[in-house]
């Protein structure tokens, strides 16, 4: 499933960047048919170019000219009056765009993730059911737990980009992955004649990862409408810390550190609000798998002695809000 959901998120990445390479062969495809009078073919080779940049004016004014050699006047008019529409409100370029003309975008986005902890949450659940067969088969005590899982957790984050032609920018992006804290609770009671005792404790593992990645952003503009849609890929390294404590004792606690290879793919769609500000959905999924995790040069381990993987990767649903200058 998580392969699948890759292919599908980079398959759209890659056409949408092979888009922005295209338009600039159809319109210049569409001149030279109708060079040769060939105004059919051209009229085609012309919308072609205007689904890809659709704040093209030149596009429109292609189309326009087919229609007036085909004899259709009033065709021609609209098309030549939409292009000139675009001009005037300062979206007119050369055959090669479909952005706004600002140079630098900045990204602040907030959501949901999940994080795929199966290793970690298998080590919580040996624990506990080893420590509640130890006090009952070593002790005759009555014993009982509930350990902890992680499945899920927030993020924020900020992109920052500079425009290397049109719709297609590279930047930075720094986030920070906040899984939501397992809480896991034990107990156990004696009880006899001339003597009973009882304890219970319970403690609270939380942990987070701050990636700092590079990578390129694509913007696709929907013509006639102030949507956008597009994707990102980005690759860096994350550092990612685990703390585990007593509940209520915050001095009672132990913080293990470890790193790791991130990479983060997404396709996000954004509303156009006015020329500097735009808002809308990301989704995406991580790949942040921390192979060894350690406290004071100690790795966190399983129960045979195994370094337990805590795997910072999964699904993100969030809210983006973009800038552009």
């Given amino acids: 499933m998580k392969k699948i959901y890759l292919f599908c998120v980079a398959a759209l990445l890659i056409s949408s960047l092979a888009m922005a390479a295209g338009a600039a062969d159809y319109y210049n495809a569409g001149v030279g048919s109708m060079n040769k009078g ?7 080779y012309f919308n072609y170019a205007a689904k890809l940049e659709p704040k093209n004016p030149a596009n429109y004014e292609k189309i326009g000219e087919c229609y007036e050699k085909a004899g259709n006047k009033a065709m021609a008019a609209k098309y030549y009056k939409y292009a000139q529409s675009l001009k005037n409100s300062g979206t007119s370029g050369a055959a090669s765009g479909n952005k706004d003309t600002s140079k630098i975008n900045v990204s602040a986005f907030a959501g949901f993730t999940t994080v795929s902890m199966s290793k970690l949450n298998k080590k919580f659940e040996d624990l506990m059911n080893g420590n509640i067969a130890y ?8 014993a009982s737990g509930k350990a902890g899982k992680f499945g899920s957790g927030f993020l924020i984050g900020v992109d920052g980009g500079y425009t290397l032609m049109p719709g297609l920018s590279a930047g930075l992006r720094i986030e920070d992955i906040m899984a939501t804290s397992s809480k896991s609770s034990f107990s156990y009671a004696y009880y006899s004649t001339f003597y009973s005792y009882s304890y219970s404790s319970s403690y609270e593992i939380s942990g987070n990862i ?8 694509y913007s696709y503009n929907i013509i006639n409408i102030p949507l956008s849609i597009g994707g990102g890929l980005y690759a860096g390294y994350g550092f990612a810390g685990l703390t585990e404590k ?9 913080s293990y550190t470890g790193g790791t290879f991130v990479v983060d793919i997404n396709a996000d769609a954004l509303y156009k609000i006015n020329s500097m500000l735009s808002a809308g959905l990301k989704l995406g999924y991580r790949l942040a798998n921390v192979s060894k995790m350690s406290y004071n040069s100690t790795p966190l381990m399983d129960s045979q002695g195994n370094n337990v993987e805590v795997d910072f990767g999964g699904i993100v649903i969030a809210a983006d809000l973009k800038f552009s200058f």
């Fill in 38 to 44: 060939d105004y059919k073919k051209a009229f085609s």
């Fill in 246 to 254: 007593d509940s209520g004792s915050s001095s009672n606690s132990i």
């Fill in 210 to 217: 701050i990636p700092i990645l590079v990578g390129v952003s």
């Fill in 135 to 142: 006090y009952q088969n070593s002790y005759g005590y009555t």
